[in-house]
């Protein structure tokens, strides 16, 4: 029987997939609620070329669904709505405040 729980350290680096089935990226980071526990963020690593100029996208862990047949995560997204994104670089990363997860949100729709 396959365990409904998973380590983070197998969530970080998973694949991420379009409904499509392209490759978007890997998950780079959990964004963890310090008083509820709950994981509400992820941060998508996605673009540059073998790890070299690629950026953060903060994507709601809520879209996220694991997929078995593709051992990774699928969105709802394509690369064209990250290109529009919200981002960081992985050496500036943003206090995730409450201004900043409202237009993380606002940007996906939520």
Sequence with gaps: MASDV??????????VYSAA????G????????????????T????GGFLGI??????IPWSM?????????YVVPLDKTQLEGAPRYSSDAVPDYDDIYRS?????YGL
């Design 6 to 15: 998973i380590s983070t350290d197998r969530v970080e680096e998973a694949n």
């Design 21 to 24: 089935g392209d490759k978007l």
């Design 26 to 41: 890997s998950i780079d980071d959990l964004m963890i609620d310090k008083v509820s526990g709950q994981v509400c963020y």
């Design 43 to 46: 941060a998508l690593e996605f």
């Design 53 to 58: 100029g690629t950026d953060r996208y903060p």
């Design 64 to 72: 996220l669904k694991y997929d078995v047949a593709v051992d990774g």
């Design 103 to 107: 237009s993380v949100d606002k940007y």
